[in-house]
């Protein structure tokens, strides 16, 4: 029957990585008790994506996350989630996140996934502690 998604899906980088980005997406269908299944589609650019292997199943109304790994330190990545009822299927619009910066132990202290914004392009992260960067 009739299946929309609910919103532009967020993502948000995983914590503890530099390579990963969690997209949660959701959906309502006027069967309730329709199966939908979500597909990632990705890319490095706005308009450019394609269709990935990543998918998740829930039911209409229920949020869902799809995992994306292998990505790229302090990389911006694009998406959007297509999801089908097995009858009908919507697209969501796209939406965007960037990869945290890869952190390193230094002397004094240790360094966390931050994201980049203090990174300065670098890709790495200063230590307060001893004032290096990893």
């Known amino acids: 029957m009739l299946l929309y998604l609910v919103g532009t899906p967020s993502g ?3 914590e503890n ?5 969690i997209v949660t997406a959701m959906a309502t269908d006027q069967d309730t008790n329709d199966t939908l299944i ?3 589609w990705w890319g ?5 994506l394609s269709k990935t292997n990543v998918t998740a199943t829930g039911t209409p109304g229920q949020s869902v996350t799809l ?5 790229g330190n302090n990389t911006r990545y694009w998406f959007k989630v ?9 697209t969501s619009g796209e939406g965007s996140e960037n990869t945290y910066c890869k952190g390193a132990y230094c002397s ?3 360094i ?8 300065n392009g670098s890709g790495k992260v200063g230590c307060t502690i001893c004032g290096s960067s990893r």
């Open 12 to 14: 948000v980088a995983k």
């Open 17 to 21: 990585t530099n390579d990963t980005i």
């Open 38 to 40: 979500y597909t990632l």
């Open 44 to 48: 490095n650019s706005s308009g450019n």
């Open 67 to 71: 995992e994306k790994g292998g990505l």
């Open 82 to 90: 297509v999801v089908s009822d097995s009858i009908d299927e919507a």
């Open 108 to 110: 004094g202290g240790t």
């Open 112 to 119: 966390t996934q931050v994201e980049c914004s203090g990174c």
